[in-house]
Every structure is written in C-alpha cells, then in structure tokens.
C-alpha cells in the first residue's frame, strides 16, 4: 500500500511561488547600485542630509504665519497669471486646428505632414520655461512673452492629440461627402469636424488646465504672472509671503480643476 | 414627384483600370446608360463591379479610357476633370454605398444636407445656412422614404434599412442626373433589401434618371432590374434585359473560367 | 410611393429645423458668452505693448541669427557633463517619488483604505504636490539645501508624488474585487491582500505611469538648473547671462535630442515590457 512517497522532498526552486525570476533580481540591484552611485555623485552625506532637515524645520517655521500684508501685489500677480493662461489658451486652441489638420495622414500629402508633425515635435520637447525664456529676450519682459511661450506648449499638445485624432477617423464618411461634390472646407466641416470634436474640446479643456498650472511659474523668468512675485519674495527671503503667494496659487490651481471638469460634465465630453 | 432639373446619360468607352501597372482589374469596358430604369451590374467579386462604378464619380481614378456624361447640355468627361470642375460635376452623380456612410454623429436632418454642400460656401455651412427650399425639400423625401419623425434622430441610432434610406434620400437631395450605388444591399436582410432595391427603382422613375447598381443577389437583380449588365474578369460579358439572362449567361459570368485567371 | 398631394386649401405650414433645441442653445450661448468675456478682459487689461509684438518677429530672427554658427565645442566642455546630470536627477528623483507615492496611493484608494479622513488626507498631500510647480519645488529645495542637484532631485521627487501617487491610487480603485475577496475568505492579512492582489493588478498600470512620469520629469528637470538646482539649466542660465548664443543654441540642442532619445527609450520599453 506504499503508493505515496513518505519522504518529502523540498520543493524545486523553479516551482516555488511568487519567487523572483534571476532577471527581476538583476534589476534591483542594478537600480539600487544606480541610486548608490548617484548619490555619491551629489555628495549627498548623512551629515548634509540632517542640515538639509534641520533646515527645513526652519523654513517652515518662518514660512508660517503666512504674511498677509502683500494682497495687492498678489492680486497683480494672480491676474495676470490668469489673463496668460486665458489668452494663451485661446490662442493656442485656435492655432491647433488648422495645425492638427495639416498633421494628420489622411488629410493633406505626405510632404505637408512631415513638415507639420516636425512643428509639433519641436514645440513639444521644449519646456515652457525654455521658450518663455527665449521670447523674453526677444519681446521683452512681461506676459507677452508668457503667452508666446504657452501658445508654443498648446500647439504641441493639443495639435498632436489632434491629428492623431484626425488620423483615426473613418475614411467612409468623409467618401460619401466627397462624393456629393463638396468642397475642402466642407468635407472638413461635415465629414471630419463632427467626428473629432468631442475629443478636441477635451484636449482643449485640459490643455486650459495645464496653462493654468504653467503660467504661475513662467514670471520666474520674467514672463509674467505670479512667478515673478515668487521669485523676488524667495531672493528677499520673505518667506512667509512666498507662504501666501504657495497657498493661492495651490487654492487656484485645484478651482480651476474643479471648474474644468464641470464644465467638461456639462458638454458631454 | 417633379423630374430632376437633368436628366443625365452615361457613355462609357474604353475604360481601363490597374491598381497595380499590368495587372487590369477592367479591361476596356465599353457602356452606354440613358433614359430611365434601373440597371444591375452583376459579377463575381472582384471583377470590377465596384471599381467601374466609382470611376464615373472619381472616387478611383482611371487608367485610360472616357467616361461621358451628359448633363444640362454639356457634354463632359469625367476621366479628365480635375479640382473644381469636377467637385462641379459630382453635384450632378448621387451615390449610395454599401455600408451607408453617414455621418454618425449628426442627424438625420443633417446627414440629408450634405447632399446639398457642393452648391453652398463654408461660410453657411458651418452656420448651416442652407436656402429654404433644401429644407422643405429635405422634409418632403424623409416623408417619402417614411422617415418623417426621425429628423433629429443622430444617424446612429437607426437601424441599417432606415440609414440606408438616408443614404438614398442624401443622394436624391443632389438631385442628381444619375443615380449610383455601390452594392447598396449587400449590408441588409432579404426584406430590406427588396425594400431598398424597389425604393431605388421606383425614385429613378419618378425622376426620369438612370440608376445603377452594383449587386451581388442575381435574383434581386433579376426581378428588380430594367437592364442587366454581366461581367466577368474585367469584361462586359452580358447585357440586355433581365429576361434574357439564361443559365448559360450565368455559368460565363460565375462559373466560367475567365474569372478565375 | 409618390408624395402625399396636398388637399386644396390647406396651409402648407413651412417645418423650421432647428439644429440645437432650447435648452442646448442657451447652454451655447453662455458658454461662448464667458469665452469671449474672458478673452477680451484678459486682452483689454493685459500689460502687452503693441510695439513689442509688432516687433517679435523680427526680433526672433534677429535671435536666431546670433545663434549661428552653433558652438560645438561647448558640448564635451560642458554639456556633456550637466546633461548626465541632469539624467540622474530626473530617475533617482522618479525613483526617490516611489517611497511617497506608494503609500499615498495606497491611503488614498478608496477601497484599501476605508478611513474617510485618511483618504482625505492623502488626497490633499497629492493635490498640493501636484499644484506646486517643479521650478517652484526647486526654489525651495535650494534655499534648504544649498544650489546643486540634489536640491533638483528633491524638487522632481516632490512633485512627482502628486502624479504618480494619484494615478496609481486610481489604478487601486478600478482594480477587480474578486481576486482581492478570495484573499480575504482565505484569511489573508491586509499587507498580504495588497502585495499578492492589488499588486499583481496594478503593476502595468503603476509601470506605465512611472515611465510617463520619467519622460515628463527627463524634461522639467532640465530647466531646474535655472534657479541653482543643478543640471543643464546651470550652463543654459550661465550661457544667457553672459549672452553667449551660439552655447545657447548648442544646449537647445543636445536638450532637444536628449528629450527625443528619452521617448524613444520609453516607446521602446513600452512595446516590449508592457
């Protein structure tokens, strides 16, 4: 009756549950001697490390009570951080129509696309701060060169999001308005447009979030808004009213989410 | 019903095709398409049913060969227009196509609208600012293609019988001098498609304008056909009335080898 | 089937189409409306000045022509080396936001954490991370820790525990109950639910999002140098400062391709691990 094996054997490596294959291993270490080796790098020391706490305590120490004596100058910022974001958007919507349009396969010939995928491409890698740096040095300072700069940022997200839209729609629809003799514009208006508008309005609100979010950040470098407030408060190290300035800025930031998705509920996109 | 302002006529001639350079799908099809009645091009798949049909229209572009159409008094052919002149000419081409292709997310209404957008400007297009009368005409096909209720209805929300209708209604609100369309009830069930076949017929009378079609049933050509062209490998292969269509017709079109090649 | 004749005397009443009902139109209407108020406010009061903008353009080319021809050699002098840098802020900060995200996604998940105040919290720790800019992160982390990189690895992290720690707590609430339900009948204790059945579920998600966030954070953090927190933004603030353009142009450059390389990187992981 000796049909079960009374001596037990441990179960074979291979077998065993949940264990790490050799090459999840691998990584770890490499990531955790990756990260060993970057710190050296930045001569990051426990000592330097308990300063830097030590430090912080401070900070927040003279950050707290926020200073409230500032509220004009707050509310210049705020404004103008708003009226960027607004125009901005506007303008950077209303270009990323047509661009989206001459970047999408199935709507104009390979040559046009090429060129106008590249444009986008360009405005994307970009970081906003970059180019409002660059059109500071050419417009000058003040928001002007932060709305330049934004636009460049839509143009790059939302042109792309929408050829890529564009590129998806079906070919079928847009034939039978072909066929009836329409011109261009007109196919473009019954046969692509109500096919992708829905999603533009999305990217658009979004994108209205995203330059919300940008624009207090671009006065650091002199292009208007609220950042530069910011920036002169850390330089005279009036930490309390960057406290203040912290505090709207984050209070804005999430009204207008809160805004935006309402206002995308409400359209149905 | 008041006949379309043109009543148009086709004269094919020597029409040649290749998607790929020596490999002809239509090989020299010579045909002549006037007066009223319905005609059903008939054929194995790929022989070029489909492609024939979209070279009148443009949506493939001939190798060689004429395409003339005559509307209005002039005479054009429709293998050598370009850009304006032709979107100018396919105001007067209605098509219907095999899976309806509306516009999903617009009405029913405006679905029939499109028809009449090569004769209006963006500008009012995207204000839908169409002249009064393409609306009334719009309300007065809904009602004879039994419609009535569904003008605001998004276009997909119907069933593939009533979209189909759409599309024939799209097409009829060109006013068209000549009626296509490619396989227009290969999508549908057997009742709906003798529906759809008898609403194409019946309208093409009514008009005083040719109608062709695309088909794949022989027996819904047959009984539903004023005229029956046959092809096969690229050929013209039959063509007459549908009651001369013998067996023997059928076995050169479907079962003889040519279409095997 | 012809169409119905119309009896004597009978008032053909015109059908008006109407192409949005009511309500729709005064939706419309005051959504325009508060566009185009916006619009024109922020126009109207806006310190822009005419001139300038008339002017841009030439001034851009004006720019663009001081930039050429660009400066290569300033590449293996300097940009080299800041670029480096700037890389390994961008992943140790990422990999640095994991120890906070994680456990922040984890309270703010709805269906692991059942404490409302919890969530809550968590919730408003993630917002604020998020609504506070890298740069503006950057500035803090300098006047902590001194201008370096390390004060720019902390920025990234910072706020790379908003991103990461919201959609990973997303991707916890929209994972499946059954697996979770047969742990718990087993008698699973609650760290033993999450690692052997949320985890299993999330990691495509929570991968991805870590990867999107190193493509995003490769970008920002190549402009944090510009308030002292190391990396290429230091030899692109030094370079603008001292109006050497053709530099400038060189770092524009390699900053271009690095971010390029960095999607490619990232589209290529993709297609092969996820």
């Known amino acids: 009756m000796d049909a079960v094996n009374t001596t037990r054997t441990p179960a074979p490596r291979a077998m065993r549950a949940f264990a790490w294959s050799g090459t999840q291993k691998a990584v770890l270490l490499a990531v955790l001697a990756y990260s060993v080796y970057v710190i050296a790098q930045m001569d990051l020391s426990w000592a330097r490390l308990s300063t830097g706490v030590h430090q912080g305590a401070r900070f927040l120490g003279r950050m707290v009570p926020p200073d409230l004596s500032k509220m004009d100058v707050l509310w210049e910022g705020i404004r103008e951080t708003l009226q ?35 444009l986008i491409a360009v405005c994307r890698s970009l970081h906003p701060v970059i180019t409002a740096i660059l059109f500071v040095k050419a417009v000058g300072f003040g928001p002007l060169a932060g709305i330049l700069a934004l636009v460049v940022a839509t143009v790059g997200f939302v042109g792309k999001l929408f050829a890529d839209a564009i590129e ?92 935006v998705n309402a206002t995308r509920k409400a359209l149905h996109v | 019903m008041t006949p379309s302002l043109h009543a148009g006529s086709l004269h094919i001639q020597q029409l040649v095709k290749e998607y790929r350079p020596g490999v002809p799908v239509l090989k020299s099809i010579d045909l002549r398409i006037d007066g009223t009645g319905l005609t059903s091009i008939i054929g194995p798949s790929g022989t070029g049913k489909s492609t024939l049909i979209r070279c009148i229209n443009r949506l493939v572009d001939p190798t060689a060969g004429q395409i003339w159409l005559d509307v209005a008094g002039e005479r054009l052919d429709m293998a050598q227009l370009h850009g304006r ?116 017929r019946e309208q093409g009378r009514e ?55 | 089937m012809s169409s119905p004749a119309l009896l004597p005397g009978a008032a053909a009443a015109p059908r008006q189409w109407q192409r949005f009902s009511l309500g729709q139109r005064l939706l419309r209407y005051a959504v325009t409306l508060l566009i185009v108020w ?9 310190e822009v000045i005419p001139e300038f903008l008339a002017d841009a353009p030439e001034q851009m080319v004006d720019m663009l022509q001081r ?50 105040a919890l969530n809550l919290a968590a919730r408003v720790v993630l917002v604020a991370s998020r609504s506070v800019n890298s740069l503006v992160w950057a500035l803090l982390f300098v006047a902590i820790f001194g201008p370096g990189p390390l004060a720019g690895m902390f920025a990234i992290a910072f706020r790379s525990v908003g991103f990461v720690g919201k959609l990973l707590g997303e991707a916890i609430e929209q994972a499946p109950r059954g697996p979770i339900e047969a742990l718990q009948a087993a008698g699973a204790s609650t760290s033993a639910q999450i690692w052997y059945g949320y985890w299993p579920q999330v990691k495509p998600a929570f991968w991805s999002v870590v990867l999107l966030r ?61």
């Open chain 1, 84 to 118: 960027i974001a607004v125009l901005a958007t506007f303008a950077g919507v209303a270009l990323s129509l047509p661009v989206g349009l001459l970047a999408a396969r199935n709507m104009v010939p390979g040559y046009v696309r090429t060129a106008a995928r590249g």
């Open chain 1, 168 to 259: 998806e729609i079906s070919p079928k629809q847009i034939e039978a308005v072909r066929a009836t003799g329409a011109s261009f514009a007109n196919v473009v208006l019954f046969g692509v447009l109500p096919q992708v508008m829905g999603r533009f309005v999305g990217f658009a609100t979004y994108q209205l979030d995203s330059n919300l979010r940008n624009s207090t950040m671009v006065g650091i470098v002199g292009a208007g808004g609220i950042g530069g407030a910011l920036f002169s408060a850390f330089l005279r190290f009036e930490y309390s009213f960057v406290c203040t300035i912290l505090a709207t800025v984050i209070a804005i930031i999430v009204v207008g989410e809160i805004v």
């Open chain 2, 85 to 200: 002149a032709l979107r100018r000419s396919r105001r007067h081409i209605g098509m219907v196509f095999q899976e309806y292709n509306l516009v999903e997310r617009l009405t029913v209404m405006e679905n029939l609208l499109t028809g009449r957008l090569g004769y209006l400007s963006a500008w009012k297009a995207w204000r839908r600012k169409f002249p009064a009368e393409d609306f009334e005409r719009a309300y007065q096909l809904l009602d004879v293609i039994g419609l009535g209720s569904f003008a605001h209805q998004r276009a997909d929300a119907l069933s593939g019988g009533q979209r189909q209708r759409v599309g024939i209604a799209r097409a009829l609100m060109q006013q068209p001098a000549i009626l296509l369309a490619d396989e227009p009830t290969s999508s549908l069930d057997p009742k709906t498609s003798v529906e759809i076949i008898q609403l194409l």
């Open chain 2, 207 to 261: 008009r005083g304008i040719p109608v062709i079609v695309n088909i794949h049933d022989v027996e819904l050509a047959r009984r539903h056909s004023d005229r029956i062209v046959g092809m096969t490998g690229g050929h013209v292969v039959y063509d007459g009335p549908p009651a001369g269509l013998t067996d023997a017709h059928l076995q050169t079109i479907y079962g003889g080898q040519a279409w095997m090649q």
């Open chain 3, 38 to 46: 916006a619009v024109v406010q922020s126009a109207r009061t806006v």
């Open chain 3, 67 to 116: 930039m050429w021809p660009v400066d290569w050699s300033h590449y293996p002098a300097v940009v080299h080396a800041a670029l480096v840098e700037t890389l390994h802020m961008a992943t140790l900060g990422t990999l640095l936001s994991l120890a906070l995200a994680i456990p922040l996604g984890l309270l703010v998940a709805g269906n692991v954490t059942r404490n409302r």
């Open chain 3, 214 to 274: 190193w493509d995003i954070n490769v970008r920002e953090s190549g402009v944090l140098g510009l308030v002292g927190a190391g990396g290429i933004g230091v030899a692109l603030d030094t370079a603008l400062n001292l109006f050497q353009w053709t530099q400038v142009a060189v770092i524009l450059i390699a900053v271009f391709a690095v971010v390029v390389l960095a999607e490619l990187v990232v589209t290529q992981v993709r297609k092969r691990v996820l």
